[in-house]
T-cell receptor
Framework: KAGVTQTPRYLIKTRGQQVTLSCSPI?????VSWYQQTPGQGLQFLFE???????NKGNFPGRFSGRQFSNSRSEMNVSTLELGDSALYLC???????????????FGPGTRLTVL | AQSVTQLDSHVSVSEGTPVLLRCNYS??????LFWYVQHPNKGLQLLLK??????LVKGINGFEAEFKKSETSFHLTKPSAHMSDAAEYFC??????????FGTGTRLQVFP
C-alpha cells in the first residue's frame, strides 16, 4: 500500500498570501489529521477530519482551515500568512472508525512552508 | 489533562552502547502512550505503543519501553545503538478526543 502523500513538499510564500496544502491518505483510511511542527512550539494538533466532517480542532486561529473530500483526501488552507506560520505541516491518516487511542496514525513526509 | 514530559532534549551515545530516552506522563487515569521517531526529512513513524495490556512493550528496530505507573514513566530503551538510530524521538499521549499530544522531543546522536 502506498503511504500518506503530501503535496507540495516545499513552498515559499510571502506575508499576506494564502496557501493550500494537500494530503492523500492511505487507501481505505477515512480519518485525516493535520499537525504543525515548529522549533519553538514543537508538534501541535491542528484538526482532524472523518467522513468529510471536522471532528476535532486544536487551538489555532480561524486563518487555519481544512476540508476533506469524499475520497478522504484532505486540504488545509492558511489565509493571510504570517511569518510565524513558517513550519513543517504534517498530515496523518488512520483507519479509525470510532474514537479510541488504539488506532495508529500514519504520517506523511510533510510540507515545509516558508513565509517571507 | 494528559501531558508528557521528555526529560532530555539531546542524548548522545556510542554505537553498540545502550540507549535510554526518558518520558514521564501526567494523566488522571492509565493512559495509552506511544513513541514515534522522526528521521531527517521524513515523516513520523510509530515505534511502539502501550494500550494497557502488557507493561513491557516491544517495538520495531529493537526498541522497547516499560510502562511504570508508580513512577508515571514510559522510558524508551534499546540494548545496542546503531548509527541508523540517529533521529528525533517523541513520546506521545492521545488526548481523550483522539488528538495526539507530543512531547518536546529528544534528539539522539550516535557516534561511531
Amino acid at each position: 500500500k502506498a503511504g500518506v502523500t503530501q503535496t507540495p513538499r516545499y513552498l515559499i510564500k510571502t506575508r499576506g498570501q494564502q496557501v493550500t496544502l494537500s494530503c492523500s491518505p492511505i487507501s481505505g483510511h477515512r480519518s485525516v489529521s493535520w499537525y504543525q511542527q515548529t522549533p519553538g512550539q514543537g508538534l501541535q494538533f491542528l484538526f482532524e477530519y472523518f467522513s468529510e466532517t471536522q471532528r476535532n480542532k486544536g487551538n489555532f486561529p480561524g486563518r487555519f482551515s481544512g476540508r476533506q473530500f469524499s475520497n478522504s483526501r484532505s486540504e488545509m488552507n492558511v489565509s493571510t500568512l504570517e511569518l510565524g506560520d513558517s513550519a513543517l505541516y504534517l498530515c496523518a491518516s488512520s483507519p479509525r472508525l470510532t474514537s479510541g487511542a488504539q488506532w495508529e496514525q500514519f504520517f506523511g513526509p510533510g510540507t515545509r512552508l516558508t513565509v517571507l | 489533562a494528559q501531558s508528557v514530559t521528555q526529560l532530555d532534549s539531546h542524548v548522545s551515545v556510542s554505537e553498540g552502547t545502550p540507549v535510554l530516552l526518558r518520558c514521564n506522563y501526567s494523566s488522571s487515569y492509565s493512559p495509552s502512550l506511544f513513541w514515534y521517531v522522526q528521521h531527517p526529512n521524513k515523516g513520523l513513524q510509530l515505534l511502539l505503543k502501550y494500550t494497557s495490556a502488557a507493561t513491557l512493550v516491544k517495538g520495531i528496530n529493537g526498541f522497547e519501553a516499560e510502562f511504570k505507573k508508580s513512577e508515571t514513566s514510559f522510558h524508551l530503551t534499546k540494548p545496542s545503538a546503531h548509527m541508523s538510530d540517529a533521529a528525533e524521538y517523541f513520546c506521545v499521549v492521545p488526548h481523550n478526543t483522539d488528538k495526539l499530544i507530543f512531547g518536546t522531543g529528544t534528539r539522539l546522536q550516535v557516534f561511531p
